[in-house]
């Protein structure tokens, strides 16, 4: 498809690093980290570009965007129609970038960019993939440990899936804008990049205080994300759904083998109301479970045949 606004881009020459910045009610920070990414690059005598993804956050991001890309022509902004996500917003960079390599990172400076040499020399040794891990994260207790217990159950559904992933990462060019070809409506990219590559490695970095704001992640979230992942990159609810269907029909047997024993032998007089109740309640609760599993995948199956796209772009800050 001809994009007249990525043949614009393209003839701006060769680019060594593209940073792809997601952008979500972040206006107090923005300056600040365009100022240090700008410093750590120029210091690093790296060609680059800077493009942030306004996701739509409802403050006066867009507007300091559109500052910065007016004195720096180095900087692109891009603005979503909607709200689409981190992960959308995420890929939407990439199709713009033509960068050797691609690095993210935060808007929210918890993920400092001062590390980004450390990315991209151990990058240059042969990875496809780095991911800047945390020793330790400055996140609330509850989120460090719902995101423990979220990573453990991603490591035994997707093996392949890095367990430390973060989304400070530096990728291979071709591998970042090659994540905009998946058509799911549940887009996540370190699941995307898990099937493209096996050639990552990790550096570890501090995870500095959110200097401003709080978090705009939320316990609901944090589950919905959860879920999308586990239904759209495994198909383990599948076999659980199989296995508790074929556990609960041999306790069902059993369970009949019992009662027409104890019938036959005298052993029941009278028809249990008890008996009768709590095993309806067991099995319809079970059926239910197994046919929500079921829903999951035939709704996302529904979402991906409409062919959604993953994200829309509204304004574009080298558009006139």
């Known amino acids: 498809?001809?994009?007249?606004?990525?043949n614009k881009i393209n003839t701006l020459g060769k680019i060594d690093v593209s940073v792809v910045v997601p952008v979500y009610r972040s206006q107090v920070g923005l300056m600040e980290l365009y100022k240090r990414l700008t410093s750590v690059l120029a210091t690093e005598n790296l060609s680059f570009e800077?493009?942030?993804?306004?996701?739509?956050?409802?403050?006066?991001?867009w507007d300091v965007i559109q500052t910065i890309a007016t004195e720096d022509k180095r900087v692109q902004g891009i603005k979503l129609s909607k709200?689409?996500?981190?992960?959308?917003?995420?890929?939407?960079?990439?199709s713009f970038s033509k960068g050797e390599w691609v690095l993210t990172l935060d808007d929210d400076l918890e993920q400092a960019p001062e590390y980004f040499p450390g990315l991209y020399k151990k990058a240059l040794q042969g990875y496809d993939l780095v991911y800047g891990v945390y020793p330790v994260r400055t996140h609330k207790a509850w989120r460090n440990i719902t995101s423990r217990i979220s990573r453990w159950l991603f490591n035994k559904?997707?093996?392949?899936?890095?367990?430390?992933?973060?989304?400070?990462?530096?990728?291979?060019g071709d591998i970042a804008r090659a994540l905009s070809?998946?058509?799911?409506?549940?887009?996540?990219?370190?699941?995307?990049?898990?099937?493209?590559?096996?050639?990552?490695?990790?550096?570890?970095?501090?995870?500095?205080?959110?200097?401003?704001?709080?978090?705009?992640?939320?316990?609901?979230k944090l589950i919905t994300?959860?879920?999308n992942i586990f239904v759209t990159f495994s198909d383990l609810p599948l076999?659980?759904?199989?296995?508790?269907?074929?556990?609960?029909?041999?306790?069902?047997?059993?369970?009949?083998?019992?009662?027409?024993?104890?019938y036959l032998f005298g052993g029941i007089s009278v028809a249990g109301y008890s008996s009768i109740m709590a095993s309806?309640?067991?099995?319809?609760?079970?059926?239910l479970l197994v046919l929500g599993i079921f829903g999951e995948y035939l709704g996302r199956m529904n979402f991906k045949s409409s062919h959604m796209p993953l994200f829309l772009v509204g304004e574009h800050t080298r558009v006139d």
Request: proline content about 3%; aromatic content about 16%.
């Open 1 to 6: 498809m001809n994009n007249p606004i990525m």
């Open 50 to 61: 800077i493009i942030f993804v306004e996701d739509c956050g409802g403050d006066n991001s």
């Open 83 to 94: 709200n689409f996500g981190q992960h959308a917003a995420t890929i939407c960079g990439f």
């Open 157 to 172: 559904a997707i093996p392949s899936l890095n367990y430390e992933y973060t989304s400070y990462r530096v990728i291979r």
């Open 181 to 220: 070809r998946f058509e799911s409506p549940f887009p996540f990219v370190d699941g995307y990049l898990s099937w493209l590559t096996n050639r990552y490695a990790t550096v570890e970095v501090c995870h500095d205080n959110r200097s401003y704001g709080t978090s705009n992640y939320t316990i609901g």
């Open 225 to 227: 994300h959860t879920v």
């Open 239 to 262: 076999k659980m759904a199989s296995w508790i269907g074929v556990v609960t029909f041999f306790i069902g047997i059993a369970w009949l083998m019992i009662i027409a024993t104890q």
């Open 280 to 287: 309806i309640l067991m099995f319809g609760g079970v059926q």
